[in-house]
Nanobody, 126 residues
Framework: QVQLVESGGGLVQSGGSLRLSCLVS????????IGWFRQASVNKREGVSC????????YYADSVKGRFTISRDNATNTLYLHMNTLKPEDTAVYYC???????????????????WGKGTLVTVSS
């Protein structure tokens, strides 16, 4: 059974930092692109960052480049999102997801999302 379990969300002031974690179990990382979505409202969900299991390449949405870093700990099967210089517009529920692939273009694209976590809330106060 595949499970993606997020943690690390919370309330932080503008300019602060948080680290999100996603514990991944039940799948082979090499066959997936695993990353983060966020949803600020019902109609506003965007890909934030992803890491391709087969080659280790990582991609970011333009809105977070230079501030967020995605990383993976193979020993603990944990995906991280290190978020620095947080802004109020980063406030959202952040979801971990496993997809067939991902790529960056005008935005960050995930192709064929197969699994989702339940999300963790990040609130950035001004």
């Amino acid at each position: 059974q595949v499970q993606l379990v997020e943690s690390g969300g919370g309330l932080v002031q503008s300019g602060g930092s948080l680290r999100l974690s996603c514990l991944v179990s039940g799948l082979n990382w090499d066959y997936y692109a695993i990353g983060w979505f966020r949803q600020a409202s019902v109609n506003k969900r965007e890909g934030v960052s992803c890491i391709v299991g087969s080659d280790g390449n990582s991609y970011y949405a333009d809105s977070v480049k230079g501030r967020f870093t995605i990383s993976r700990d193979n020993a603990t099967n944990t995906l991280y999102l290190h978020m620095n210089t947080l802004k109020p517009e980063d406030t959202a529920v952040y979801y971990c997801a496993a997809a067939d692939s991902c790529a960056a273009g005008s935005r960050l694209y995930f192709h064929g999302v197969d699994y989702w976590g339940k999300g963790t809330l990040v609130t950035v106060s001004s």
